[in-house]
């Protein structure tokens, strides 16, 4: 039976990037020949629709969020968090579902980043943080790499075997 790995939907080509479109990598799909690959959206699975106006932590990173410390805001100032917890924790749900071990997930997003997000002021600065969903799992001892990985995808593979 092929291993399970959670993907970022968006990685796979599917059309839930916050404006519609999809951040399709050909190395992470090619990943299917030998694993299954669990496409994920978290926001989606939080119930926020596609497109949708982008959204960024303020003051703080995913850990942040899931204490109550920070929140995620649109652009437009709304406060999404809830969205942002109720799909970080489908995700989780998932993973302990189908016994996963590695999510690969979308770089700087504030759902799925790995040591780098944006910055909540919508300027494109980049600050030391994760994303929420990333802070779950991994609070879970789930690894998270991201697109940018590859290589280190491919030795976590490797060992796992």
Do not use: H
């Not at 404006?19 to 090619?30: K, L």
């Not at 030998?34 to 995913?62: D, F, H, M, W």
């Not at 770089?107 to 802070?135: A, R």
């Amino acid at each position: 039976m092929k291993k399970s790995i959670l993907v970022s939907a968006c990685l796979l080509g599917k059309n839930c990037k916050y404006n519609g479109g999809n951040n399709y990598n050909s190395e992470i799909e090619a990943l299917a020949s030998k694993y299954n690959l669990i496409p994920v959206c978290p926001e989606q699975l939080g119930g926020l629709s596609t497109p949708r106006l982008p959204a960024e932590i303020q003051q703080g990173g995913g850990k942040d969020v899931l204490c109550g410390r920070a929140k995620v805001v649109r652009k437009d100032g709304a406060d999404v968090s809830e969205q942002f917890i109720e799909g970080a924790k489908e995700v989780l749900n998932t993973a302990k579902q189908k016994n996963v071990k590695l999510a690969i997930l979308k770089s700087k997003s504030p759902s799925c980043g790995k040591e780098n997000i944006y910055d909540g002021t919508f300027s494109g600065n980049l600050i030391k943080g994760n994303g929420v969903t990333t802070d779950i799992l991994e609070e879970n001892g789930i690894k998270v790499l991201t697109e940018k990985d590859i290589q280190q995808i491919k030795l976590f593979l490797e060992e796992d075997e």
